[in-house]
């Protein structure tokens, strides 16, 4: 299957507000995670990050990475792309720092609301670059 980056976004998007209006505070934070990944991922295509298509990833391996990690890559696309200066995110900083992919073994009662919500803000702050992005046509 070929990867899509946008389609992923807004899937893990909707998915995670779903789980979070049902009080699945784990799952929807992870998948907060993922949209907030792939969203980045697909802004980082945007801003020139070279792809392997027929590997179907990222060439550099320092892309392929997950939530915890891609904030800084993306930065490092944004602030090279002569278009990347109207895409800075509204949080400072990293909002997934305390989030790993492997927190999926990890038991449900490790998760709260608040840790969601503050998972879904950085979510949102990416879903909103990714839109503005649609709008002004750069993917």
Same mark, same amino acid.
């Given at each position: 299957?070929?990867?899509?980056?946008?389609?992923?976004?807004?899937?893990?998007?909707?998915?995670?507000?779903?789980?979070?209006?049902?009080?699945?505070?784990?799952?929807?934070?992870?998948?907060?995670?993922?949209?907030?990944?792939?969203?980045?991922?697909?802004?980082?295509?945007?801003?020139?990050?070279?792809?392997? *298509?027929?590997? $179907?990833?990222?060439?550099?391996?320092?892309? =392929?990475?997950? &939530? /915890?990690? #891609?904030?800084?890559?993306?930065?490092?696309?944004?602030?090279?792309?002569?278009?990347?200066?109207?895409?800075?995110?509204?949080?400072?900083?990293?909002?997934?720092?305390?989030?790993?992919?492997?927190?999926?073994?990890?038991?449900? *009662?490790?998760? $709260?609301?608040?840790?969601?919500?503050?998972? =879904?803000?950085? &979510? /949102?702050? #990416?879903?909103?670059?990714?839109?503005?992005?649609?709008?002004?046509?750069?993917?």
């Amino acid at each position: 299957m070929q990867a899509d980056f946008l389609d992923a976004h807004f899937r893990h998007w909707d998915d995670a507000e779903r789980l979070l209006q049902a009080q699945r505070w784990a799952n929807a934070d992870h998948l907060y995670g993922f949209a907030a990944e792939c969203g980045l991922k697909r802004l980082m295509l945007a801003f020139g990050m070279p792809y392997d *298509s027929a590997k $179907d990833r990222p060439k550099n391996e320092k892309d =392929r990475m997950h &939530a /915890d990690e #891609v904030w800084a890559r993306f930065e490092s696309y944004r602030s090279g792309a002569m278009l990347g200066a109207g895409y800075v995110p509204a949080i400072a900083g990293s909002p997934f720092s305390q989030w790993s992919a492997s927190l999926r073994y990890a038991h449900h *009662s490790n998760f $709260d609301q608040v840790r969601a919500n503050g998972h =879904r803000d950085g &979510a /949102d702050a #990416v879903r909103t670059l990714v839109l503005k992005a649609q709008r002004e046509g750069l993917c």
